[in-house]
């Protein structure tokens, strides 16, 4: 989104940031219908955006209209997610090749402000911060190796997938296990061992998509079970 907005577009970003942290946090679950008119009901604004709001994110795959029968999240697919995890992993194995075959001073530069934070800095123990930062870590991996359509697919595929990704960060064991993880990948670049980076890299990505649906399907479950706010 812009970070420039006009007054309605300004209005629009909040229904929309809303709405897209009601979908994240399953108080509007998957399948559940609504109208425009009980959106801005809600979040007591007009229907114009609502609209925008709706749009952006059905634009980003989080909402589909109905003709004549309003909106309707998207059902849970976790075979798309499982797609989009696969896709990630292509890109951020080829992108830990392409820096492990860097000369070690130039790698070490790159990857500088990684080493600092996951490896040198004391550990944070707050599941959302550590959640960004996490994203922050493999995005960077994938600027490093320099090719922009790279980062810009895999930025992409991060911001699809963010709607369970976050809850791998909602358990102490998963953050230290991230802190634990990302360490030894970074080491391994730093060594120019690719086979292991790869290798480490592809686990840890794994154990986290496993991670993160067992959790989904929990949250799902539980959330069902609770009437709407």
Same mark, same amino acid.
């Given at each position: 989104?812009?970070? @420039?907005?006009?007054?309605?577009?300004?209005?629009?970003?909040?229904?929309?940031?809303?709405?897209?942290?009601?979908?994240?946090?399953?108080?509007?679950?998957?399948?559940?219908?609504?109208?425009?008119?009980?959106?801005? #009901?809600?979040?007591?604004? @007009?229907?114009?955006?609502?609209? !925008?709001?709706?749009? =952006?994110?059905?634009? %980003? &795959?989080?909402? %589909?209209? =109905?003709?004549? @029968?309003? =909106?309707?999240?998207?059902?849970?697919?976790?075979?798309?997610? /499982? #797609?989009?995890?696969?896709?990630?992993?292509? *890109? /951020?194995?080829?992108?830990?090749?392409?820096?492990?075959?860097?000369?070690?001073?130039?790698?070490?530069? !790159?990857? &500088?402000?990684?080493?600092?934070?996951?490896?040198?800095?004391?550990?944070?123990?707050?599941?959302?911060?550590?959640?960004?930062?996490? %994203?922050?870590?493999?995005?960077?991996?994938?600027?490093?190796?320099?090719?922009?359509?790279?980062?810009?697919?895999?930025?992409?595929?991060? #911001?699809?997938?963010?709607?369970?990704?976050?809850?791998?960060?909602?358990?102490?064991?998963?953050?230290?296990?991230?802190?634990? /993880?990302?360490?030894?990948? *970074?080491?391994?670049?730093?060594?120019?061992?690719?086979?292991?980076?790869?290798?480490?890299?592809?686990?840890?990505?794994?154990?986290?998509?496993?991670?993160?649906?067992?959790?989904?399907?929990?949250?799902? !479950?539980?959330?069902?079970?609770?009437?709407?706010?």
């Amino acid at each position: 989104m812009a970070q @420039s907005r006009s007054k309605p577009e300004a209005l629009a970003e909040k229904v929309y940031q809303a709405l897209k942290q009601d979908i994240f946090a399953f108080r509007l679950m998957p399948g559940d219908r609504f109208s425009e008119n009980e959106i801005a #009901e809600r979040l007591g604004v @007009s229907r114009t955006p609502v609209r !925008q709001a709706l749009f =952006w994110l059905a634009r %980003e &795959n989080y909402v %589909e209209v =109905w003709f004549r @029968s309003g =909106w309707q999240v998207r059902p849970f697919d976790f075979a798309y997610f /499982e #797609e989009l995890y696969d896709l990630r992993t292509v *890109l /951020e194995r080829e992108a830990v090749r392409r820096l492990c075959a860097l000369p070690p001073l130039a790698c070490a530069t !790159q990857l &500088n402000a990684l080493k600092a934070f996951w490896m040198d800095a004391d550990p944070l123990d707050e599941g959302k911060a550590v959640s960004t930062h996490d %994203e922050a870590f493999h995005i960077a991996l994938v600027e490093a190796a320099g090719n922009q359509e790279m980062t810009r697919i895999h930025t992409e595929i991060t #911001e699809k997938i963010r709607i369970i990704r976050h809850l791998d960060f909602t358990r102490e064991d998963r953050i230290a296990a991230t802190y634990r /993880e990302h360490a030894l990948i *970074l080491r391994a670049i730093f060594q120019q061992h690719t086979e292991e980076a790869q290798r480490i890299l592809t686990d840890h990505i794994a154990v986290s998509k496993a991670e993160v649906r067992k959790i989904t399907v929990h949250m799902l !479950q539980q959330a069902r079970l609770q009437p709407i706010e």
